[in-house]
């Protein structure tokens, strides 16, 4: 009984204060600096068949190599980031949904764009508590073919990886409650830094490192087919 009661006034007291605990949540957020918070992920860890890779010329069995080596990261590996103002992210899952080639604006190029999912484990500042979320972003990067002016052969460039974060959704998994959505949604533009910050820092260079040994005549078939008019 009495442990029923002092939860009943915990949830009063929660409940009543959460417009000055969304106050303190939002100076605490403020305040956090995740810009170094996140270090490198050692690209000598990814579970990529490199041999098979550059042999390929085949844009389908190169996608499946691709996205099992992503799939296959050893999120041990990534690092949990936590602050001591009480915010926590760790990633449980990550989940490479697509690699879908398109050509660039100007036909010179090839963009592509990985959508995935993440599971992670949220901390809340302040109140401590840990909440499951998924999120959903695509990660963008390029691919173009250049002549070495040297040899005169065809090279790959790849572009820049970056998250997309003007298309990131936060959902809350499991149980929800009211004040949880709350604060989550007072800690949302944290969140998308901070995955933001992860994927730029951790992932993209792993998918530099990936697409780093596409074949250069794969890579060059594809912007010739992407570069086909679409008829009909
Ligand atoms: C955002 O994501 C949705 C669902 O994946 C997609 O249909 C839409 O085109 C995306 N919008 C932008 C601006 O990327
Ligand atoms: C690309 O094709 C050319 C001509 O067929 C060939 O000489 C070269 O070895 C190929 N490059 C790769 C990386 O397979």
């Known amino acids: 009984m009495f442990q029923l009661g002092s939860l009943v006034v915990l949830c009063g007291l929660l409940i009543g204060t959460s417009d000055s605990l969304l106050g303190d949540l939002g100076n605490v957020v403020k305040d956090l600096d995740i810009g170094n918070a996140v270090k490198d992920l050692d690209v000598g860890n990814v579970n990529l068949d490199v041999g098979s890779l550059q042999k390929t010329t085949d844009w389908a069995l190169a996608k499946n190599n ?12 990534l690092n949990p980031f936590s602050s001591q103002n009480g915010y926590g992210l760790r990633i449980n899952k990550l ?45 963008a990067t390029s691919l173009g073919v250049q002549t070495d002016a040297k040899t005169g ?20 998994l499991g ?16 969140l998308t ?15 530099e490192f990936i697409f780093s040994h596409l074949n250069v005549n794969l890579t060059q078939d594809l912007l010739s087919n992407l570069q086909l008019p679409v008829s009909l």
């Open 153 to 172: 052969l065809p090279t790959l460039s790849i572009g820049q990886c970056s998250s997309d974060t003007d298309n990131i959704s936060i959902s809350l």
């Open 193 to 207: 830094k901070s995955v933001s910050s992860l994927m730029q820092n951790q992932i993209c260079p792993v998918i």
């Open 95 to 139: 989940s490479f949904l697509n690699l879908q080639a398109e050509p660039s604006s100007n036909l010179q190029g090839i963009n592509l764009k990985l959508p995935l999912v993440l599971d992670a484990s949220v901390t809340l500042p302040i109140i401590g508590s840990m909440v499951d979320v998924s999120i959903s972003l695509d990660l």
């Open 66 to 77: 691709i996205l099992g080596a992503l799939n296959a990261l050893d999120l041990s590996k």
């Open 175 to 190: 149980r929800r409650s009211t004040l949880i959505n709350r604060l989550l949604d007072g800690v949302s533009s944290l």
